[in-house]
């Protein structure tokens, strides 16, 4: 069976750093890699995506601040972010999707204090 989960979330201040990790569990490869985050009673927002062949492409809102990545064997993805912002609370989702299936991991908090 195949599961993300995220890690690394918490707390941290205002224009600190986090580094959120996306790893899979089972027979699956995070061909296509994309980032969400959900705060209070807002629908899912797109952060940011890796696309195979490692173009990435995000958000405006984050823009320059936040950084995906994978390792070599796809079974890990990163989203590095830095300057947070308190607006950037959430919890933060990814998404795996290889030959038209996909797996959502069930999300880790990030939560900016001001």
């Known amino acids: 069976q195949v599961q993300l989960m995220e890690s690394g979330g918490g707390v941290v201040q205002a224009g600190g750093s986090l580094r959120l990790s996306c790893i899979v569990s089972?027979?699956?490869?995070?061909?296509?890699l994309a980032w969400y985050r959900q705060s209070g009673g807002t629908e899912r927002e797109w952060v940011g995506e890796?696309?195979?062949?490692?173009?990435?492409k995000y958000a405006d809102a984050v823009k320059g601040r936040f950084t995906i990545s994978r390792d070599n064997t796809k079974t890990t993805g990163y989203l590095e972010m830095n300057g947070l912002k308190a607006e950037d609370t959430g919890v933060y989702f990814c998404?795996?999707?290889?030959?038209?299936?996909?797996?959502w991991g069930k999300g880790t908090l990030v939560t900016v204090s001001a």
């Open positions: 089972g027979s699956f490869s995070l061909e296509h």
């Open positions: 890796i696309h195979t062949h490692g173009y990435t």
């Open positions: 998404l795996g999707r290889r030959d038209g299936i996909e797996h």
